[in-house]
Nanobody
Framework: VQLQAFGGGLVQAGGSLRLSCAASGHTFNTYALGWFRQAPGKEREFVGSVTRTGTTDYADSVKDRFTISRDNAKPTMSLQMNNLKPEDTAVYYC?????????????????WGLGTLVTVSS
C-alpha cells in the first residue's frame, strides 16, 4: 500500500483548504483510514478517521470545522478544512489501518503517506 497526501499550502486564518490522499493497493477500500498532523516541535496528533462505509470520528479541536470523506472507487480520501486557525499549522499525514474499525491512535495505523504542509497565517 502506498499513500500520498497532497493539497497543502498557505492560507489565511478563517480560510479553507482541501487535502486529498491518493492510494494504491487493493486494501484501501476495505479498511479504516485516518488523518494525523504534526506541528513543529510537537508530537503527531489525531485529526480524524473514517470507515469504509463513511462513519467518521474527529478530534475535538477540529470537530465542526473539518470533514473527512472517501471515494472507494477512485480510491481517494479527502479532508475539507474550514475556518482554519494558526494552530492548525502542521504537516498533515494520511494513514491506513489493517482493520475496519476507527482509531485515534497512530500506532494502530500500518501504512503512512508522505505528509503535506498546511500553514495558516494570522
Amino acid at each position: 500500500v502506498q499513500l500520498q497526501a497532497f493539497g497543502g499550502g498557505l492560507v489565511q486564518a478563517g480560510g479553507s483548504l482541501r487535502l486529498s490522499c491518493a492510494a494504491s493497493g487493493h486494501t484501501f477500500n476495505t479498511y479504516a483510514l485516518g488523518w494525523f498532523r504534526q506541528a513543529p516541535g510537537k508530537e503527531r496528533e489525531f485529526v480524524g478517521s473514517v470507515t469504509r462505509t463513511g462513519t467518521t470520528d474527529y478530534a475535538d479541536s477540529v470537530k465542526d470545522r473539518f470533514t473527512i470523506s472517501r471515494d472507494n472507487a477512485k480510491p481517494t480520501m479527502s479532508l475539507q478544512m474550514n475556518n482554519l486557525k494558526p494552530e492548525d499549522t502542521a504537516v498533515y499525514y494520511c494513514a491506513q489501518r489493517r482493520s475496519v474499525y476507527l482509531s485515534s491512535i497512530s500506532r494502530d495505523y500500518a501504512y503512512w503517506g508522505l505528509g503535506t504542509l498546511v500553514t495558516v497565517s494570522s
